[in-house]
């Protein structure tokens, strides 16, 4: 009956770990808005088709957006 009990706790503790990262990832996409996802994801397919110049814009977005979430955090 032990062991029954410690594998459901380790369960419940692998899903308590998992909620919070998820929880985690949409505050950030949340705070983020489209535009800076949007940003992430037009960076990352552009670097790969080989456009340096456009992707880097494209980060440059998604970086923008990140500082203004960090500043706004750190004035709290």
Do not use: C, H, P
Not at 4 to 25: L, T
Not at 31 to 51: K, N, P, Q
Request: charged share 20%; no cysteine.
């Amino acid at each position: 009956m032990g062991k029954k009990k410690v594998v459901k706790e380790k369960i419940v503790e692998k899903i308590s770990v998992m909620r919070r990262i998820y929880n985690a990832v949409m505050v950030w996409l949340v705070g983020t808005g489209i535009d800076g996802v949007i940003g992430a994801l037009a960076g990352l397919i552009l670097l790969a088709g080989g456009y340096q110049v456009l992707s880097g814009i494209a980060f440059g977005v998604f970086a923008t957006r990140n500082w203004d979430i960090l500043r706004t955090w750190i004035k709290k």
